[in-house]
C-alpha cells in the first residue's frame, strides 16, 4: 500500500526559508505526479506546486511562483517543496497528494479533486 508522508514543517519569521518532503513508501507509480496543496483556516484547499515524478516538468501557483521550488529525488521516493521569502500568509497546513488525473493541464494539477492518495499534512506557521 502506498503512502505519502510529509515532514519539514515548523514555525519560522517572516522572510524565512522552509524544506517540506514529502516520502513515498510502498509501491510507487514511475510516471506518478505529486501536487502540494496548502489550507489555512477557514480556506479552502489550494494548490501550490506539482512536479512529473520522471520528467521534471514543474507548475506552481503564481502566489508562490519565484519564492517557492519543486524538486525531486527518485532514489528516496520523495518529493521535496523550498520554500523561500515566506510571508505569513504561507501560514497554512501543507499537504502533498498523487495526481490520478488524465490530462497534464494546469487546471486539472490545481484541483484537489483530482489527486487520489494524501499524506496526513504538516504545519507551516509564519509570524511576522
Known amino acids: 500500500q502506498v503512502q505519502l508522508v510529509e515532514s519539514g514543517g515548523g514555525l519560522v519569521q517572516a522572510g524565512g526559508s522552509l524544506r517540506l518532503s514529502c516520502a513515498a513508501s510502498?509501491?510507487?507509480?514511475?510516471?506518478?505526479?505529486i501536487g502540494w496543496f496548502r489550507q489555512a483556516p477557514g480556506k479552502e484547499r489550494e494548490f501550490v506546486a506539482a512536479?512529473?515524478?520522471?520528467?521534471?516538468?514543474?507548475y506552481y501557483a503564481d502566489s508562490v511562483k519565484g519564492r517557492f521550488t519543486i524538486s525531486r529525488d527518485n532514489a528516496k521516493n520523495t518529493v521535496y517543496l523550498q520554500m523561500n521569502s515566506l510571508k505569513p500568509e504561507d501560514t497554512a497546513v501543507y499537504y502533498c497528494?498523487?495526481?490520478?488525473?488524465?490530462?497534464?493541464?494546469?487546471?486539472?494539477?490545481?484541483?484537489?479533486?483530482?489527486?487520489?492518495?494524501w499524506g496526513q499534512g504538516t504545519q507551516v506557521t509564519v509570524s511576522s
Open positions: 497528494a498523487r495526481f490520478a488525473g488524465r490530462s497534464w493541464t494546469i487546471s486539472n494539477l490545481s484541483a484537489a479533486t483530482r489527486y487520489d492518495l
Open positions: 512536479m512529473l515524478w520522471s520528467g521534471g516538468a514543474t
Open positions: 510502498g509501491r510507487t507509480s514511475a510516471s506518478g505526479t
